[in-house]
């Protein structure tokens, strides 16, 4: 991640293997390849973005 690891780490709390909460959100988690990856879970098409996108798109909802 680009961000400070540490501080994010602390927004994501493990509910079950794969599925997460990033502050506010539920998500879910996988890897593919190296990359870690994340869906919102919003539907059966949910796309998935890397950790980075998800962070830079969500942190500043969480942080207010």
Same mark, same amino acid.
């Given at each position: 991640?680009?961000? @400070? %690891? !540490? $501080?994010?780490? /602390?927004?994501? =709390?493990?509910?079950?293997?794969? $599925? !997460? *909460? =990033?502050? *506010?959100? %539920?998500?879910?988690?996988?890897? /593919?390849?190296? @990359?870690? +990856?994340?869906?919102?879970? $919003?539907?059966?098409?949910?796309? !998935? +973005? *890397?950790?980075d996108e998800v962070v830079d798109y969500y942190l500043p909802n969480e +942080? @207010?």
């Amino acid at each position: 991640w680009s961000h @400070n %690891r !540490y $501080a994010l780490s /602390q927004l994501f =709390f493990r509910n079950k293997e794969g $599925a !997460y *909460t =990033f502050g *506010t959100m %539920r998500c879910f988690m996988k890897l /593919q390849g190296n @990359n870690v +990856m994340v869906s919102d879970g $919003a539907g059966v098409n949910s796309s !998935y +973005m *890397t950790i980075d996108e998800v962070v830079d798109y969500y942190l500043p909802n969480e +942080m @207010n």
